[in-house]
């Protein structure tokens, strides 16, 4: 571990980390060795679900001490970012009540549901200043509608996390994405901002957090369209493991390709002590 030059480490966490209640081999050894180094460490979710604390509490039960401090998801970079850019905005959530309360926590207004109309009808969402498109396992057509009047009237959109699904035991179950292109697809337009990884909204929260440049960085991940795309786009280096969503065949052709293919992130214990930093 001499000589090690990258700083900062950034790691996902589903199929990076951890899978399901089970840490993966090598993650509990890798991160006592980067701390025990004075690495800083920090751990990134596009999951809206849970507060951070709940993630936190979660590392440090699988033997990965961390606190709320160390992990961004990306509801709570949506709603670090509105406080300090639009706090006055009255949102519209497609999500579940936890992102609901990580929004207020930010000090954001947060709209409750328009009662008082029948869902089958064209529902009038009054004062809706932008719309949030999050993971939603409480999804209905009545959220659909309101969201999709609140947009064609010209209300910003916004969404947590791009993922098309999120992945479980025995296979996924619809994410975010899925509400995402249903909504873009109505209204034709584009999402105005986007929160968690690959967005550069999430890495640059996550380097002003660690008071490190990208070159000091290495970005860790199992997914190559989000955590690799995210990493690179910020000029960090970074590492892909083929323990989660990732086969060895797709990573081999993707481009630019990550500077290293693992198996796992035990194999970091060894080569994070290699990578020298970018020129
Ligand atoms: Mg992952």
Redesign the pocket.
């Not at 932008?130 to 959220?143: G, M, N, Q």
């Not at 969404?159 to 209204?187: F, R, S, V």
């Not at 892909?240 to 992130?265: I, M, R, Y």
């Given at each position: 571990m001499m000589h090690m030059t990258i700083d900062g480490f950034i790691f996902?966490?589903?199929?990076?980390l951890y899978l399901g209640e089970q840490a993966l081999p090598g993650a509990v050894e890798l991160l006592r060795t980067l701390r025990t180094a004075g690495k800083q460490v920090l751990f990134v979710?596009?999951k809206p679900l849970a507060p951070r604390q709940d993630y936190a509490a979660k590392l440090t039960r699988l033997g990965m001490p961390a606190e709320p401090e160390d992990v961004l998801t990306s509801g709570y970079v949506l709603g670090y970012h509105l406080a300090r850019t639009a706090p006055l905005l009255r949102l519209y959530v497609v999500g579940e009540e936890n992102l609901k309360a990580e929004l207020r926590g930010h000090g954001l207004t947060v709209l409750e549901e328009f009662a008082g109309q029948d869902e089958k009808q064209v529902i009038q969402p009054q004062g809706v200043d932008a719309v949030v498109v999050a993971f939603d396992r409480t999804l209905d057509y009545r959220k659909l509608n309101t969201a999709y009047q609140a947009l064609i009237k010209g209300a910003a959109f916004f969404a947590t996390n791009p993922d098309k699904t999120c992945?479980m035991p025995g296979g996924g179950i619809p994410d975010a994405g899925a509400t995402l292109a249903a909504l873009e697809h109505l209204t034709g337009r584009r999402v105005d901002l986007l929160a968690g990884k690959p967005s550069r909204l999430m890495v640059e929260v996550a380097m002003q957090r660690m008071g490190l440049p990208p070159e000091r960085c290495l970005m860790t991940?199992?997914?190559l369209e989000?955590?690799i795309h995210m990493g690179q786009q910020a000029g960090m280096r970074t590492a892909l493991v083929l323990s989660?969503?990732t086969t060895k065949e797709q990573a081999a052709v993707f481009k630019p390709p990550p500077d290293w293919v693992c198996t796992g992130v035990g194999e970091l214990i060894e080569k994070a002590g290699l990578i020298p930093p970018l020129p």
């Amino acid at each position: 571990m001499m000589h090690m030059t990258i700083d900062g480490f950034i790691f996902d966490l589903d199929g990076t980390l951890y899978l399901g209640e089970q840490a993966l081999p090598g993650a509990v050894e890798l991160l006592r060795t980067l701390r025990t180094a004075g690495k800083q460490v920090l751990f990134v979710s596009n999951k809206p679900l849970a507060p951070r604390q709940d993630y936190a509490a979660k590392l440090t039960r699988l033997g990965m001490p961390a606190e709320p401090e160390d992990v961004l998801t990306s509801g709570y970079v949506l709603g670090y970012h509105l406080a300090r850019t639009a706090p006055l905005l009255r949102l519209y959530v497609v999500g579940e009540e936890n992102l609901k309360a990580e929004l207020r926590g930010h000090g954001l207004t947060v709209l409750e549901e328009f009662a008082g109309q029948d869902e089958k009808q064209v529902i009038q969402p009054q004062g809706v200043d932008a719309v949030v498109v999050a993971f939603d396992r409480t999804l209905d057509y009545r959220k659909l509608n309101t969201a999709y009047q609140a947009l064609i009237k010209g209300a910003a959109f916004f969404a947590t996390n791009p993922d098309k699904t999120c992945p479980m035991p025995g296979g996924g179950i619809p994410d975010a994405g899925a509400t995402l292109a249903a909504l873009e697809h109505l209204t034709g337009r584009r999402v105005d901002l986007l929160a968690g990884k690959p967005s550069r909204l999430m890495v640059e929260v996550a380097m002003q957090r660690m008071g490190l440049p990208p070159e000091r960085c290495l970005m860790t991940g199992d997914r190559l369209e989000t955590d690799i795309h995210m990493g690179q786009q910020a000029g960090m280096r970074t590492a892909l493991v083929l323990s989660g969503a990732t086969t060895k065949e797709q990573a081999a052709v993707f481009k630019p390709p990550p500077d290293w293919v693992c198996t796992g992130v035990g194999e970091l214990i060894e080569k994070a002590g290699l990578i020298p930093p970018l020129p």
